[in-house]
């Protein structure tokens, strides 16, 4: 087999070795086998096109124009022109299903059903990754930079799977790249011949070392595979080895089993340092699952409890009486008769792992039905585990009331009761006074609470220049809340602790609650709750409608609809008597949105409500468009920044191809290779000296170089070479100038530092020369029309035009 049809072959294998890692994210496997047939297609056009041979671009083209055919055949075919050509209307095809591909990656968790627009984005992604790892590795003879589009992939599916590429996936690619580097490698060493293994003197001496068979010393190929694989072995145990953080307002408590373990448990005094480390855990570990008959589930927050008590130091819930769980609970403080509200019911299961003792619930829960031992805590509403009792593993129905206040009811609520007020509206002597301060600059002209609630609310999501960062340190006291106002930089906790506090110096009831956003939608129906749905809010409370939830913290939750102008709002039922088919439990039937098909729960076809919330308007389109818009334009700078390093291994390859055998072919050759060295050192911070003559030149390049003995020496005949097509009457071509130019251009990346080699690699100096290229054809074609017969008498005509009306 020859050297490129292994690369060849070693480039397929590698693709589809790290395509691997995109298993875990949808559901099957069938699109390998498609895309693996697509990839074999592709590698033999390009097998075809050098065996020609065509100039490497036709080759890459006629790659990506067969891709093209491939993806049209497979995916738009009635479309298509004669089933195979792409026409406007296979395009547009092509184009919907990759919109509706990336509406089905944001609306399905992992694993994902494997629909039309899902599989042309794998797929098409595989073979486009595969056509760049060819064109790079078997077409351009260079496949170091192959592990790029590798890398690509890996990261793409490491990043979406949130975990679930484990290490085996990262073995596979990974010993994909080696395999591609060991084939090329294999390649150059032979261009010399025989690999040379060594002499085995208690054998057969010099000749078993030449033919092969020595035992003495191991081959370079042989060297370079036991070091990849301890390569891969360290990669692998050393992080293994390592200690890991899985602790958290989530975590397990002890070994609990299930898809994570270890970690504290949430405590009534303070839970936000590890919400932060929940928000940051690098797997979205899910700790629940739950279906519920709710009509619009955006706004089902599953609240774990209240802290309520702030002391200047921290915020932390307040210690109460707890009673027994009644069979029904009290009617939430403050909620008057004429809101509307709906009773749903939900059931929730547990992961094992997830062992903490507060009982997440939907805020304000009416009935909870649970095995266990557990209290209730009147005040915040919230089931507390006794005696050790915790949540892991635990299966529960949860019946809840969905509170549907108008604006107008909000701002029409009255003052609170005094006992109330007091309690929820005290802030320590230490809390600054930017933030009282801050709190009636914001809200300057409110005709009342509501109206500076929403205020609030819309300066820390979207007026204010906020940013939301996870890395910011969680302290919650005051000085962390003026350090907040003024760095303007934190996450949930710091949006929900800085409205509670600037609405109590406000003198409007508030406090802040801990626990999850509504998760993500499966497509089983069912919704998944994970590590970094974690979550902290502010509550605030109005007369005739009690505690209400807002929603500062940007990208986030979901606003609520009572704060947004023109909300719809149903009719008003009893919360004491809800409507029968609201009480329904859900049975073991499917329900509507359960039986609904994935088709039509995207398009909002599966029992949403007859008022859902209203969104703000956009100027930009669709949160897609604006995603493909940011992703188009960060490959277009990512391939202008790798231009100077595609143009420069283009150039290197055309120097030092082989050539024809006549005495001008020799001459073209050797100062092919001498120009590929003043490059290679020029790229290495040795700038060209024109004024020198060759001999001169390299020792320059020697001695500011570095060299060493065999890099030295290889300068040296190139320029030697040089000076013979230049000076001697009849040159004497010169053999190995190709084998010279790689040497000192090995050298001078041995001699130089870690960030010259990388600067010489991906934006080499000598790129410049691009520049003066297009400056030299753009003169060229200015001198070619000035000198056109016709160009002076157009000339004078123009002046004498111009003289007259100008």
Known sequence: ?????????????????????????????????QAALLLGVQG???????????????TIASQALVTLLLLTVVFARDQALFGVVPGPQAVVRLGELLVAGGEDIGTYAIPAPMTDGIRLMVVGGVVLIGLAVDALAVTLRSAAPAGLPLLALYSVAAGLGDGRTGWLWFLLAASGYLLLLLAEGRDRLSAWGRVFGGANRSRGGLADGLSGRGGGAASPVRTGRRIGVLALGIALVVPAALPALDSGLLGGRGGGSGKGSGGGTISAVNPLVSLKDNLNQPENREVMTYRTNAQDPRDLYLRILALDEFNGSEW??????????????????????????????????????YQQSYL?????????????????????????GDNGQNTGGARYEVSSLVIEPTAAQLAAAGPPPQKLLAEYTQVPDSLPGVVARTAEQVTEGSANAYERAVKLQDWFASEGGFTYDTSVSSGTGSSATARFLRDKKGFCIHF??????MARTLDIPSR?????????????????????????????????????????????????????????TGGASDPAQPSADATTAPSAAPSDRESCSPQLRRQGECGMS????????????????????????????????????????????????????????????????????????????????????PRKAAARIVRQGGLDIMAAEAV???????????????????????????????????????????????????????????????????????????????????????????
């Open 44 to 58: 033999g056009v390009g097998a075809l096109a050098r065996r020609v041979p065509l100039a490497r671009s036709l």
């Open 360 to 384: 997440p619930l939907p805020y304000p829960a009416s009935e909870v039905a649970i095995d266990g031992r557990w209290r209730y805590e009147p005040e915040g509403r919230t089931l507390v």
């Open 496 to 501: 929900s602790f800085t409205m509670a506090a």
């Open 512 to 568: 802040v609650a801990v626990g999850f956003t509504p998760g993500t939608l499966q497509a089983d129906g069912s919704t998944s709750v994970g590590l970094r749905d974690a979550h902290a809010w502010p509550e605030l409370y109005f007369e005739g409608v009690g505690w209400t939830r807002f929603e500062p913290t940007p990208s986030r939750g979901t606003t609520p609809t009572y704060t947004l102008p023109e909300t719809p």
């Open 610 to 693: 007859a008022a859902p919330a209203p969104t703000p308007p956009t100027a930009g389109g669709s949160g897609l468009d604006t995603a493909l818009l940011v992703l188009g334009v960060l490959l277009v700078l990512l391939l202008i920044l790798l231009a100077p390093m595609f143009w420069r291994t283009l150039t290197r390859n055309r120097r030092l191809g082989s050539g024809g055998r006549t005495p001008a072919d020799a001459a073209a050759r050797a100062l092919a290779a001498w120009l590929e060295v003043t490059d290679s050192a020029w790229d290495h911070g040795i700038a060209p000296d024109e004024s020198l003559t």
């Open 316 to 353: 932390r819930s307040s210690t109460r009486r707890l009673t027994d769980v009644p069979d029904r609970l009290p009617q939430p403080t403050g909620l008057g008769r004429d809101v509307a509200v709906t009773e749903i019911r939900t059931n929730v299961s547990s992961s094992s792992s």
């Open 716 to 806: 040296h005949r190139i320029a030697g070479s040089v000076e013979q097509v230049l000076y001697a009457p009849e040159p004497r071509p010169t053999a190995g100038l190709t084998e010279d130019a790689l040497t000192v251009r090995a050298g001078l990346a041995a001699s130089a530092g870690r960030g010259a080699r990388l600067r010489a690699k991906l934006a080499p100096r000598s790129a410049v020369r691009v520049t003066w290229a297009v400056s030299d054809r753009w003169a060229t074609l200015v001198q070619r029309w000035t000198d056109r017969p016709g160009h002076g008498r157009w000339t004078a005509r123009w002046r004498r035009i111009s003289r007259r009306y100008g």
């Open 1 to 33: 087999m020859s050297g490129r049809a292994r690369l060849a072959l070693c480039a397929f294998a590698a693709t589809l070795l790290a395509s691997g890692a995109l298993l875990p994210l949808a559901e099957g496997a069938g699109w390998l086998l």
